[in-house]
């Protein structure tokens, strides 16, 4: 067992490899354009608003696996010549800035509009107001269901699989086919799976420690 | 314009339906303390909060120091000024807020600091010094170093008072500062205004239900009822002898203390 483990601990390394980089990818791309959107649907003028607002619903009520297809051969159709890759880092993306940004959205708003108001009571500009007083808060708030976003997504990237993408999993089914042991990898694999989201949680928790205060 | 720090005329405000300023008249001088009083409902803060622009309003103007705030003119037509124009108009302006809005993540230093530093461009070291000048004016000298959690609600007010004064306002604003106090903590944010106007001469607008303060600190009593200045003078007057039957039911309910 512990050959077979060895024989293709290579393969196995490949693989998990594709699926640290896409979630690494995936979750920086989701952050900073969800970032904006989640600002903008607060702050934005109101057709821009309205525009963020559909895409955040409509992406939220669409499957992944739809969105991943849709990208994945409708950009090609479209003219568009992009790699398999590239497509499902950008159809993933398109699915964490939605999440992200209603993350950005729900904790900007949580902040009582007191703090606003003193803030500005101060003479502080708008973005003063933000990068002094409500973003502080608004991130320890936006830690932990930010945190579950990126958990979502890493797990999301499992169905790059779907589209040939030789990820952790898509190597784990080759692996598995090819020695008849698919108790054994997939067991690997929910392991490692289970080890990166972890991972991102215990880093989450600690960072949301650092910025939280009493209150 | 005159020597008025506030002028306010034919002040206006509606939300939807309800009008709330029915055409405001005040002019306040510097050094003035005036004591705002009247039922709720009766737009007292909405009037503080027109004053810094945290209300928009529709029609009238204010001034503070000669300067129309929150719009410019043209035409007799009221048109709004840039965020960054009004941001500048409010630091001339400091406000005390009932429910206190401290920033929790600051230090009581940092709360009163922080408009000194990023809106006067005051060098830290130098703002710190003011800060914990203003804190130990308002007796806090050994929490300046505590979150606004660490503090009990008169303290909290007490740094709400340092942060809306280090900046050195025009005016300073208090919306009904004592509201949220437990009774036994009223006192300490008292006697702090009653410092800053008699040691500091400083012009402040107070709304309030305190009519200890209005009789004693203010110089200036302005009786609001259903959006309109319906008294305005010394507390002497208008405190013990109100010529309206609505300033003389609404004192009904303070006899004792007065």
Known sequence: MLDLLLQNAHLIWRGLSVTLETSAWVIAAASVSGLFTGLALLYGPLPLRLLIRVYVDTVRGIPLLVLIFSVFYGLPAMGMQISAFVAAVLALSVFGTAHVSEVVRGAVDSIPDGQTEAAKAIGLTFYKRLRYVIFPQALARAIPPWTNTAVELVKASSLLALVSIIDLLYSTEQIAARTREPLLFYGVAAILYFSINYSLSLVGARVEKRFRYSS | ?258
């Open chain 2, 1 to 258: 314009m005159s020597d008025e720090v506030v002028l306010i005329e034919k002040l206006e405000k509606r939300f939807g339906e309800l009008q709330v300023l029915k055409g405001i008249d005040l002019a306040v001088k510097q050094g003035d303390v005036l004591a705002i009083i009247g039922p709720s409902g009766s737009g007292k803060t909405t009037l503080l909060r027109c004053i810094n622009f945290l209300q928009p309003y529709d029609r009238g103007r204010v001034y503070i120091d000669g300067e129309l705030i929150g719009y410019k003119e043209e035409n007799g037509r009221l048109i709004k000024r840039p965020e960054s124009t009004v941001a500048r108009q409010r630091s001339k302006v400091g406000m005390v807020f009932q429910q206190f809005n401290l920033f929790p993540h600051m230090t009581a230093l940092e709360n009163v600091t922080l408009g000194l530093v990023q809106v006067k461009g005051v060098a830290r070291a130098e703002a710190d010094d003011i800060g914990r000048n203003w804190l130990e004016k308002v007796g806090l000298s050994d929490k300046i170093d505590s979150y606004p959690a660490e503090l009990s609600g008169g303290q909290q007010q007490r740094v709400g008072i340092a942060r809306a004064v280090a900046v050195e306002p025009k005016i300073v604003l208090f919306d009904e500062v004592t509201s949220a106090l437990d009774p036994e903590l009223v006192g300490e944010v008292l006697s702090v205004m009653k410092s800053l106007a008699e040691n500091y001469h400083m012009t402040m607008l107070v709304v309030t239900h305190e009519m200890l303060f209005a009789k004693e600190v203010a110089n200036r009593v302005v009786f609001m009822d259903e959006g309109v200045v319906l008294e305005d003078g010394p507390p002497a007057a208008t405190l013990s002898d109100p010529k309206t039957d609505r300033l003389r039911s609404f004192l009904r309910r303070f006899e004792q203390i007065l």
